[in-house]
């Protein structure tokens, strides 16, 4: 027996499968079989996009001996699977076909992403900030990040850069999710520096973030990854979805699963999390004849 369905059961980040990700588990097939079993209604899967020069490839891909051709191989072969899957479970789950940016090249990742979207039709993108400066945030060269933090001035300017970051991609992009908004808290509470991206300076970069996703209509997901990784609370913190909710930003939520058994993960967490800093609805995007609209439900009752 799977998760009673229920309308706020959305994810609109996940469904990473081992087929299309060099980390993560599984097959595309099984996440989707996972969406259901968990009672979601509309399950987004947004497989990252690839990344485009060598110097970008993840220490096991190049142990592999992949190159970006090798990944942008892999990411046609998702688009076309996504694409057949998505009509085989319609009866089931409305699946939605997305992928996951990248900022790098920094130089002509705008340019990528359109180019992705047009070519494969996807049907939403999840605009993410995993580098800035070249550098990853999420783990991936711990020298590399810290080398850049010390040549930016510290943790809080890395903050702050980081979502004017964030606001630039919403604005050149304008995708209709953006992903682990507070990324960066995560790398700041690893090194015992969580208390500099909280600072007024920080805060007044995430909120000029918010005004940019704001105004492109975006929506911001509580993504429930971040609980898998230690972290207390959900992307982004309290704080800021209260300073969101305020300004009249929409919310929804992300598994961001990378295997079958992370599906459905975090999702009562992600809805008491936006309940009490003042979020009473999640909003989303369905399929209704053939057409992708926007939809809100409550998470409520």
């Known amino acids: 027996m799977g998760s009673a369905k229920a309308a706020w059961k959305i994810s609109l980040h996940g469904g990473h499968s081992g087929e299309f990700c060099e980390h993560a588990e599984g097959s595309l097939r099984e996440i989707l079989e996972a969406a259901h079993q968990a009672g979601y209604t509309v399950f ?15 220490p096991k891909e190049i142990e592999w001996g992949w190159t970006p051709r090798t990944l942008e191989e892999i990411f046609d072969r998702y688009a076309h699977t996504i694409t057949q899957l998505a009509e085989e479970f319609a009866d089931r789950l409305v699946v939605l076909r997305g992928f996951e940016i990248e900022v790098v090249p920094e130089d002509r990742y705008v340019a990528l992403v359109q180019g992705y979207r047009e070519r494969y039709g996807f049907d939403y993108i999840v605009g993410s900030v995993h580098y800035l400066h070249d550098a990853s945030i999420d783990g991936y060269s711990e ?48 090194l015992g520096l969580a208390d500099q991206v909280a600072t007024p300076r920080v805060r007044q970069a995430v909120e000029h973030a918010l005004e940019a996703i704001r105004a492109v209509g975006a929506r911001v997901e509580v993504n429930t990854s971040a609980l898998r ?32 058994a992370q599906v459905g993960f975090g999702l009562e967490e992600a809805r008491l999390h936006l309940l009490r800093n003042g979020v009473r609805e999640v909003h989303y995007l369905t399929r209704e004849g053939g057409a992708i609209v926007p939809a809100s439900a409550s998470l409520e009752g």
């Open 143 to 190: 020298q590399s990040f810290l080398d850049m933090m010390a040549q930016v001035g510290g943790m809080e300017e890395v903050a702050v850069q980081y979502y004017h970051k964030v606001a630039a991609m919403a604005q050149a992009v304008r995708p209709e999710v953006i992903g682990h908004l507070d990324l960066v808290r995560l790398k700041a509470t690893r």
């Open 229 to 260: 990784k230690g972290l207390d609370q959900p992307y982004p913190a309290d704080w800021i979805v209260q300073l969101g909710a305020r300004m009249g930003v929409r919310f929804c939520i992300g598994d961001d699963s990378h295997r079958p």
């Open 44 to 58: 987004g899967v947004a497989e990252h996009m690839p990344r485009a020069e060598a110097r970008f490839l993840y």
